[in-house]
C-alpha cells in the first residue's frame, strides 16, 4: 500500500517537502497547517487545516488516517506542536522526523543581544534605541506594549494582534526579503535597533546584513530547546533521507 506521510508544516521546507513527495509514484502527502494565516498559499498533495486537539488528537489522527511517517516540519519557535509530535510518536510508534533549519550565527561585525524571551527582549529595548524595527511576528506584541517612549515599525505577514505599544507603524509585507530593501526600510524609517527571533534561513536574512552594514544593534530572541531525546536534521535532503526517500 502507498506510504501515508503527514507534513507538519507552516514553513518553506514543509512546503519543499510537499512538492517533492507529492511527485513521486505511491506516496501520499498530507500538510497540516494551524491556521493561522488567512490566505497559506497553494500546496501541493492534500492540505488539512486546524489542530488536532494535543498529543491525543494527533495521535488518533495518525492512526485513523493510517500515517505511516511523520516530518515536524514546523518553525524553530512552534514549539508546542513539536512537544506534541513527539509524544504521539511515542505513544502510536509512528516515526516522526524532526527538521530545523540550522539558527543564525553572528559575524565579525554584528552587534547582538542574545534573549531569551520576547519580554527579555523588551527589557533591552530602552539601552539600546528609540526607533524599534520589530520582526518577531504577528503575536506576543503586548511584551512591548508598556514601552511608551520608544517608536515601533512591527513588520508582519498579517495584522499583529493587539495590544501593542503605543507608538507603532504596521507594515504587512512577507518575505524573502533583499538586502537592498532592507537597507532602504531600516534607513527611511530611521531605525537604530532590530528585533529578530532566531529563526534562521535565508528568506529574513538580509535584515541581519543590513543591520550589520548600519551597525545597528540587533535584539536576537533565542529559539526553545528541542524536547528531550529529540534531534533535528537541518534540510529537506536530510529529512528525505531519514525517510529513506532521495531528493529528486
Ligand atoms: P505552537 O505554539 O507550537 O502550536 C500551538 C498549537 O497550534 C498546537 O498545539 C496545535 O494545536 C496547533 N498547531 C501548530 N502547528 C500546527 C500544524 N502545523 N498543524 C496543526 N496544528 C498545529 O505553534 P505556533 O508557534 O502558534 O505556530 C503555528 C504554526 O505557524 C506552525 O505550524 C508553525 O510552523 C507556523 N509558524 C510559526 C511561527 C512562529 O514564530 N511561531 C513562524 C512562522 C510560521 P493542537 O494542540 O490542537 O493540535
Known sequence: MSPH???????????????????????????????????PGALDGDVRTGGFGGTDGL???????????????????????TANAARAAVATGIPVVTLRRPGWCPVPGDRWHSAASL????????????RVFLTTGRLGLAAFADLARIHFLVRSVEAPEPPLPADTEVLLARGPFTLDGELNLLREHRADVLVTKDSGGSATAPKLTAARELGLPVVVVRRPPLPEGVSAVPDVASALALLELTPR
Do not use: M, Y
Open 5 to 39: 506521510v503527514l507534513l507538519l508544516g507552516g514553513t518553506a521546507e514543509a512546503r519543499e517537502l510537499a512538492a517533492d513527495l507529492a511527485t513521486r509514484p505511491g506516496v501520499r502527502v498530507t500538510t497540516s497547517l494551524a491556521g493561522r494565516v488567512s490566505r
Open 59 to 81: 495521535a488518533r489522527w495518525l492512526r485513523e488516517h493510517r500515517v505511516d511517517a511523520v516530518v515536524d516540519a514546523t518553525h524553530p519557535f512552534a514549539a508546542g506542536i
Open 119 to 130: 519580554a527579555e527582549a523588551a527589557a533591552l529595548l530602552p539601552g539600546l534605541g528609540r
